[in-house]
């Protein structure tokens, strides 16, 4: 990876929730990598800047969660934007230069820089945060391996991940630009399992309680999303089951009140059903759901009649959707401080009780049948209980429950449907590995049919 890191960069403005202590910074915005990385403390002040970087705008600020909405779409929205890039996203024709893909790839790699730096220096860490501080940064890298194989590489199922090529495993801090620096893609099976380790690494040393930052359950739960795209649906049914039977996290007794805005735009903290949220306030973060889904910022995105449709008489979840200037939008995404929502444990019901149906006829994991569970996912959203359930039901219930939070595109491809008349495994539906990339780096190969 060719890429220039200052060594650490320090966000003195990020919220320190209850149960976090305060960090003493210097009031720099950089300092140099041989003075950075002395003390315990400079390794946890390092450890906030790496949670920074991870929720950038063109990470997980959201920007490839609503990629994955627009690129996998067919007909449920309508794209009005007037950036380029997001346009060539939902029209499936990306060039290898496109600055929106160029940015997550980017995005991404600088937050496992991060995470790396922190990791290289862990035996400095006071011994009663060592834990807490491997286990944050191996989540925020085992995460960020995870979205980038899934957007520059081939899905787990299309073809052979053992010989697929996924992204580039970069284990060390890069802290300048030479020849070693320049790493070749690892297979889509090795980074998977790397992030696996890493993902396994974190639930085994994160503390259940951590403020807002990662959590025993916010590692499992991502486990458990890992799991259900690989088609493991054993472990993915026992992750999502320790989530759910953790007692963290409860669901909101309304399906609104899982997406708070009080009227006017107001920092909010997280809901008992986040398990995972990047942070925006006034001074702090971006949230690009917001910047895309709302009217009452850019309003690019549209929802069509054929999504709106899809929801039963009574169910509440149509009602988030609202109408304005005689276009329809979505309303989860309406407070330009809301935090960033990546993991809330309604999706950790709809995997155990998918996996579940389709371990069947071994006995459900957690004791609790599909049906059972996707009753729950129905009687919040005001809806009668089913007297008996499909996979089709359930797969219909995660799709409006979790409509236009950046599954689309992932969906499609591990339940190996369609995008219009493209196939799931249609090379257009990956990223190109950004153009930039390949000119700095020899030792990467380019997608097929870039």
Not at 115 to 143: H, M, P, T, W, Y
Request: aromatic letters at 10%.
């Amino acid at each position: 990876m060719r890429y220039k890191i200052y060594s650490i960069i320090l966000f003195t403005a990020i919220l320190i929730n209850t149960g976090c202590k305060k960090l003493d910074t210097l009031p720099t915005q950089s300092i140099d990598e041989s003075a950075a990385l002395n003390t315990s403390a400079d390794v946890q002040v390092a450890l906030v800047g790496t949670y920074s970087d991870l929720g950038s705008a063109d990470f997980y600020g959201g920007l490839p969660f609503l990629a994955s909405d627009l690129l996998g779409d067919f007909n449920e929205i309508a794209w009005s934007g007037t950036f380029q890039g997001l346009t060539q996203i939902k029209n499936k024709s990306i060039p290898v230069d496109n600055g929106f893909v160029t940015r997550t790839w980017q995005s991404g790699y600088r937050a496992i820089n991060d995470a790396n730096n922190v990791l290289s220096a862990i035996a400095i860490v006071n011994a009663n945060q060592k834990d807490r501080i491997e286990g944050e940064a191996s989540f925020i890298r085992g995460a960020a391996y995870f979205d980038l194989v899934r957007l520059f590489a081939k899905a787990w199922s299309d073809g052979s991940p053992a010989t697929n090529l996924g992204v580039p495993i970069v284990l060390t801090p890069t802290r300048g630009i030479t020849d070693e620096d320049q790493k070749a893609r690892n297979t889509v099976a090795e980074v998977y399992t790397q992030l696996l380790t890493d993902l396994n690494n974190a639930e085994s040393k994160l503390p259940v309680s951590n403020g807002f930052y990662a959590t025993k359950g916010a590692a499992a739960a991502m486990l458990a999303r890992v799991y259900l795209q690989k088609g493991d649906y054993a472990n993915a049914a026992a992750a999502a089951d320790r989530v759910i039977t953790s007692g963290r996290y409860s669901l909101r007794a309304n399906y609104t009140d899982a997406f708070p805005f009080i009227g006017i735009p107001s920092a909010i903290a997280n809901t008992t059903e986040d398990v995972f949220a990047i942070q925006v306030n006034a001074t702090q973060g971006v949230n690009s759901f917001n910047t895309h889904y709302a009217s009452s910022n850019r309003g690019d995105i549209d929802i069509n009649p054929s999504h709106l449709n899809l929801y039963e008489t009574g169910d509440t979840r149509r009602a988030l959707f609202y109408k304005d200037g005689g276009s329809d939008y979505c309303g989860k995404f309406e407070n330009v401080y809301g935090n960033v929502r990546l993991l809330r444990l309604a999706e950790m019901f709809l995997i155990r009780a998918e996996a579940n149906f389709r371990l069947f006829p071994a006995a459900p994991v957690g004791g609790v049948t599909p049906l059972a569970d996707i009753n729950r996912i129905r009687s919040r959203a005001n809806l009668e209980p089913l007297s008996a359930v499909t996979l089709p039901d359930i797969l219909k219930e995660r799709k409006l429950e979790l409509a236009f939070e950046g599954f689309t595109l992932h969906d499609v491809k591990r339940l190996q449907g369609t995008v219009g008349v493209l196939p799931w495994n249609d090379t257009k539906l990956v990223y190109p590995i950004p153009d930039r990339e390949m000119r700095v780096n020899l030792k990467l190969v380019q997608n097929d049919g870039y």
